[in-house]
């Protein structure tokens, strides 16, 4: 056990050298943001104008991202159903008490992603979009789960769902149910009430799963289509180690889908690329990488 635990401690200690070093590096930028960076006692991390960090947080280095659309914040994301308090937290710091996001823009209806859109949604009063082919998993359409199930909820989720009977199972699902707050997102990559962001379907680790993009600049947030922590190693999860991945393959939908959103991802040519889980990429070197690694992206072997 200690074997584990002791690479692993390491690899989160490493971990947050880097993060803490990366804002260090950054500092206060308050002339792009009207926001206090320099004075919120490190709730968020500006990666690029108006689009700020929230995490990465605890072992599986989720990220949630705030971003400033040209009348209103938005949020990207809403971690793990415990990250709630949190996140209220780092949006009160950077924001200030009378200000919210007014849209809550989920990259997919996963736990990691979606666990705490519900309690946010209802705190802040705003809508949460999803694609439209992900409207079933965000609202906890059981039958819709076994048809898009990834290897994971074929081997151990779903089995377990069955176990617990009927009735346990609809109370489960529900209470991680977005209904009453998920809306579809619109046609064209249109989203509701923000301007300067478009999304585009990036399907393969769900079926509805979307990239959020500001074509002005080229960032991209790419949910887990694209990540930057090695998620498909036991030694990366250990060792919390950054660099490109594919989505974690053993809950992913559908792999071939998900390689060629890869390549699409990168046709994007992003300037900064805030994945789902890992420290963003920046710099002037972010797209020839992407490109890089979306050519020796290789179907990986079931
Ligand atoms: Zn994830």
Known sequence: MKRIWAPAGAGLLAAIGILVATR???????????????????????????????????????????????????????GWGSDGPRIQAAVRSLLGPDLVPTAILLTHAHPDHGGSARELAEAWGCPVYVHPAELPIATGDFAAMTRLAGPLDRWLI?????????????????????????????????????????????????????????????????GDALVTLEVNTMAGILRQRQGLSGPPWYTTWDQGAAISSISRIAGLEPTVLGG????????????????AFAERTRRPPR
Do not use: F
């Open 24 to 78: 260090r590096r950054q500092g206060p930028v308050p002339t792009r943001m009207r926001l206090p960076l320099g004075t919120n006692g490190g709730a968020g991390t500006e990666i690029a104008p108006k689009v700020v960090l929230l995490g990465p947080w605890g072992r599986t280095q989720t990220n949630v991202y705030l971003v400033r659309d040209s009348s209103s914040w938005v949020m990207v994301d809403s």
């Open 276 to 291: 789902g889980h890992g420290l963003p990429l920046t710099g002037t070197g972010t797209a020839a990488v992407v490109r």
């Open 158 to 222: 779903l089995p377990l769902m069955r176990a617990i009977g009927d009735r346990r199972r609809e109370a489960t699902l529900a209470r991680s149910s977005l209904a009453g707050v998920v809306h579809a997102l619109g046609p064209g990559g249109v989203i509701p009430g923000v301007e300067d962001w478009e999304w585009i379907h990036t399907p393969g680790h769900t079926p509805g799963h979307v990239a959020y993009i500001r074509a002005s600049d080229r960032v991209v947030l790419s």
